[in-house]
């Protein structure tokens, strides 16, 4: 198939993934108040001024029991903790608003580890309506067999292992992921390559990917896609130790062989070690440009002498400003709100956390609103097949296959100075179905089928 | 540029082989507290990563006191003052180690000392884990750098030596200098344990403690002060690492705990030729197998250690028990 046409900056504003949108959200959104359809009171978002409210003698009176498992600390907590911030933003703006149908949600936080199966039975047993989590790839693979076996709907703020809706858990009932998965920022990444230097402009390319099932992933996805559009080979493929404290040798690897493009799933301190390690030994001088699906989401480590040169970065489903603030004012919001709680700039896992509550809580809001009374998992469950639903990141929507379709974002890591923070400039918004196959396709094989 | 038989130029050999030195270097400054604090204590410190952490969080917090404090480097002068100043955060970052060591080893340590080695090796487990929350404590779960300077982190400001025009490739200054330090570490402590009065009593107590006590030695003095110095060389190191703008962790002790057993196997516990060697040997065999073949980053080390172990099993200098 050929690929869709590419959304640019200059293109939608709206951010319209796949999927439709409902009556009353499509007029929300038309009204303006997305950021209220998005965040606020779901009886606001689901429900006309003039519908009458769910009888409440049909809604427990207690909080919703909800769970997160994340990193806090380690070093995967440059991630985990943004999911943290997202998701408790997400809960104070729903609580704030009025509830999941009156109901306040109440999120237990606790230390992913890697015990991804035990923090799940923990909030099963402790009565928990909803789990959300985990960011670990390895763990989520791991801990989907339990949420199938237990039956308490989970939403994985991240874990984005391609394969694990497509061949891993073929026909989920309760498991759920929201953030993008990984084809689609990996494809991004070689797209963006191939739109700055042309296809026949590359001949070779270089990988250096986290050394577990994210970044072996990411690096089959990109190696696919960029061997499909252009003649490109592959010259180095290194995979360090996740968390490890020395990138040199990978980067003086790099450097001998001069690629054309330099791929890296490096996330966290190991993004921040790999450009301040590449900035030493002129990695961004031997190469043509870096990508790297992930790199932003160490926007708050980066110093403006770690980005300099032709650095491009994605975002996942998320991007602060974008579109800018003189257009869609959530995503600035969010950035002030983050900034405020937390003295963070959200990245895409701030969202990630954000989204999987947002997510839940727009379902069973309308689902209460249908049925008259609170659903039961199976009904949430199904419920959430389908699923479209607004976040400041724009229009999402849960597809048949349990994984959440948003925009994928990529753009110039540059430095701001006015802000002396790290930003995306010149970004590219790509409709999720120009990365991603259809529900029930294997990723791999849809990339080898673009002419 | 000339080409080896490995199709690898000598620019690329030289750059792999320092980037080996470099991290052997470092191993050498943390396994060298180790070895010396086994062969007269007789204690397989698990902490003593920890102590390295400790060095590297530390230099984070002092360098970035500085760095806020004094003039960017932008001319001989300033950036003579900066490398003084950072020159001192290593030092004090390493410094602050010496009183944590010595405190540690007087009450923990030293009750425990005719005990199973399991009880020690229990106890110093038990004190990773709690320098390890506390540097969680103290400087958070996330990974940590020190200030930039001007944007530029702390070893790209002070990157003074122009390799390129000198070698023909692009290298940090601050590797090259931290390569020194290295060396300059090993032929101190030989220095220190061959011709100082003091370093002959360490010598004289780690082999025999009791007749080392018996013409008038403070056996607890002694150990007191090998856990003292192994604390400094732990923190030293760390520091060392975190002015290349390698972000601090509360795991990373971890990492290089395990990198320098395997650094004194291979050299031989007690023997501080040995763990120089042995940490060469590791940092330049990881550097190339990276380079060769980039999946052997992790068994590579481990893979020479069990060489030598079937090979010589005491090590390559092996002075199992006593400081050599």
Redesign the interface.
Known sequence: MDKPDTQTEEGRADSNGIGNIGRRGMLKAAGGTALAIALAGCSDVLLGDDEEVVDVADVPDEPVEAGLQTFTEGPASVLGLQAQFGAEEAVRRINDAGGVAGREIELDVVEEGDSWIENYSRFVDDGKEVTFGPISSGGHLDLVGEVEAQGVVNIATDGTVTRMFEEELDDPTYAFRFQNHDVMEAASAALTAIEQLGADEIDTYANINPDYAFGQDEREIFNATIEQLTDAEEVYSGFPELATDDMSTHVTSVVSEEPDVLFTSCWGGDATLLLSQGQDQGMMDATDIIVGPVLYGSANDFSSGDIEGNIWSGSRNFYWDFPDSDRWSPGRELFDAAQEAEDTIPTAHYMSGYGAVTCWATAVEGLVDMLGGWPEQEQIAAALEGHGFYTPAGYHVMAEDHQCYSNAHFGRLTWNDEMDIPVIEEMTIRDPREVSPPPGEISVEWIESWS | MIELPLF??LG?AA??TL??I??GSILFMIASGLTIIFGVLGVLNLAHGEFYGIGAFLLTSIATFFVVRIAAPTDPLSTAIFAAAIVIAVLLSAAILIPIAGAIEATVIRPIYDRAEMYQLLLTYALLLILVDTI?IIWG???V?PA?VD???I??AL?VIPMEELFGF???SV?IFTIFIGIGTFLFLLWFFDRTKTGRIIRATAIDREAATAIGVSSDRVFTLVFALGGFFAGFSGAL?SVS???A????GG??LVLSFVVIVIGGLGSIRGSFVGAILVGVV??WA??EY??A??AAPFALMILVLLVRPEGLYGAWGEIE
């Open positions: 690898i130029d690329d750059v792999h980037n080996g470099f991290r969680r779960s996330q990974p750098r930039a944007g530029q982190q070893h790209a990157d692009q290298y940090s590797r690492y703008a390698i972000p962790t509360a795991e990373m990492t290089a990881w550097s990276i380079a980039p999946p980053e992790i």
